[in-house]
């Protein structure tokens, strides 16, 4: 027997269940918020806004969810008789990779509403395509003092698994819209991201070789750091845009305000007729006026106690 016959021992979970279950928490995390985008880019009127809202699922999904998950998960790998080392450049592609694919998957999904059934598979073949590559990518950045091979059967069921994975997701973004439902997706989002992981890591063989020392590169906890803060500033960024966006019914209470004023002012002109009081109560979701003023113009809003 050689040397580069040995097997050399490996852990993928050396810090017990810290790692899996805060990589869970961050791809659980990402989906939820690449969801909820989701549901605005379904509603966006604008080019613009439409654009806006895909990028930044796919940064959630892609980058928080799917990339961001894959390194914390790696913090829990080693093998036993070497350091490991992270090329920096090729860590930084696959993280633009995980984004890329996940957005080219939403684009071709989002781009029409013909054949949407045709346009789930294409892309989320695409964008599955595009994560099994991220992570192959994100362990060829790997560098250690041994030889690593990939079963192929094992490989092959991981890469379904994140195109199946891929287009289940795509689905849920053209699907799911209230809270519980984006949450639910969420969570099993979450179980196949980290499925697809651990099965491409399970297919990995590490073979002894003859090179000693310290391998080039950065350490899994000197690039800690600038994801951790990443990920927080990704995640602030992404509630701070969900939460200053106005939704829908924002749109149509400043729009009833913004007529209602006007129609005030058109009253208070000399001259004006004022319009009858029934035109005013036609409709049964007409908010009743109160009695204060601003700028001449009766200030009204919704009177909620007539739903209740």
Not at 23 to 30: A, E, I, M, N
Not at 117 to 132: F, K, S
Request: net charge positive; aromatic share 8%; charged share 10%.
């Amino acid at each position: 027997m050689t040397w580069g016959d040995i097997d050399m021992e490996i852990h993928h979970f050396e810090h017990g269940w810290v790692t899996p279950a805060v990589s869970y928490t961050l791809s659980v995390l990402g989906s939820l918020l690449g969801l909820v985008c989701a549901v605005r880019l379904r509603y966006a009127r604008s080019g613009g806004g439409r654009a806006w809202w895909l990028a930044l699922s796919a940064i959630a999904i892609g980058g928080t969810g799917i990339w961001t998950m894959h390194f914390v998960a790696m913090l829990g790998f080693g093998v036993v008789g070497t350091p490991i080392r992270y090329d920096v450049a090729l860590t930084a592609a696959s993280a633009v990779l995980a984004i890329a694919a996940v957005g080219a998957g939403m684009m071709i999904v989002f781009g029409g509403e013909r054949a949407r059934a045709a346009r789930i598979v294409a892309g989320g073949l695409l964008a599955g395509l595009g994560v099994a590559a991220m992570h192959y990518m994100g362990m060829y950045a790997m560098h250690l003092n041994g030889h690593i091979s990939y079963g192929t059967p094992r490989v092959a069921v991981s890469v379904a698994i994140a195109v199946v994975a891929a287009t289940v997701a795509l689905w849920l973004t053209v699907t799911v819209q209230k809270p519980l439902a984006i949450l639910g997706a969420a969570l099993i989002m979450g179980v196949a991201v980290n499925g697809m992981h651990f099965t491409g890591m399970s297919a990995m063989t590490v073979r002894a070789g003859d090179a000693a020392g310290t391998p080039s590169g950065a350490t899994a906890t000197t690039l800690l750091i600038p994801i951790g803060l990443a990920v927080v500033f990704a995640a602030l960024g992404l509630v701070y845009a969900l939460m200053a966006a106005p939704t829908d019914e924002d749109r149509a209470a400043a729009a009833y305000l913004a007529a209602r004023l006007e129609q005030g002012d058109a009253a208070a002109r000399p001259g004006t007729p004022r319009p009858a009081p029934a035109a005013a109560s036609a409709s049964p979701h007409v908010p009743q006026q109160r009695g204060s003023a601003l700028g001449g113009a009766s200030w009204t809003y919704r009177d909620r106690s007539s739903r209740q």
